[in-house]
């Protein structure tokens, strides 16, 4: 029986249902930064102790958290949005939990409510800057690049979300539920 645990004490938890929200409580706010640095400063390391700027004065800011009983118990996504000039909105700072990035569907979450939200808002333009590696993964989700820039040392590009795609929306929060395995049965 040991041999069936052997190794299960270094595997992280991962869970069957996120929640994807405006942060809203001052623990989610803190998991938002936390993760935040965590990507950006110690993983990426394309900021030295702190990746928080002006914009974090008018953000707003968006999570994905992973739930225990229904109840949202730790900030594993983040993002957040703004809007820079009258009806164009910008999206940044964009991280996954290095735990839940196999998963996949947490960025495409998240970038679908902060897109949705600022199009609820008023949005006739979204926008943001992305790293090169996740241009492709952009694209499979109707964004296009407007051209390529270096920010912060790093290739981006400057890409737009095709609004039609993403339906205005009110929401607060969105479910993201992970497929689970189905059972063989036995005839």
């Known amino acids: 029986m040991s041999a069936l645990f052997d190794g299960m004490e270094n595997r992280p938890f991962i869970p069957t249902e996120y929640v994807v929200r405006l942060a809203r409580t001052p623990w989610e706010r803190a998991g938002y930064h936390a993760l935040r640095r965590e990507v950006f400063c110690s993983e990426q390391q394309i900021f030295t102790q702190d990746d928080r700027d002006t914009i974090d004065e008018v953000a707003i800011p968006i999570i994905a958290a992973c739930c225990m009983a229904g109840m949202a118990d730790r900030v594993v996504g983040a993002v957040r949005i703004h809007e820079g000039e009258p009806g164009v909105w910008r999206g940044s700072r964009l991280a996954v939990h290095a735990d839940h990035r196999k998963l996949g569907r947490i960025g495409g979450e998240l970038i ?57 929306h009110g929401l607060d929060q969105t479910w993201l539920l992970r497929p689970q395995p189905r059972n063989r049965q036995v005839a």
């Open 112 to 168: 679908r409510m902060a897109v949705s939200t600022a199009h609820g808002l008023g949005a006739m333009q979204f926008l943001a800057q992305v790293q090169e590696q996740n241009v492709l993964f952009f694209r499979r989700l109707h964004w296009k690049s407007l051209g390529v820039i270096t920010l912060h040392g790093l290739p981006h590009h400057d890409m737009e979300a095709d609004l039609s795609r993403y339906p205005a």
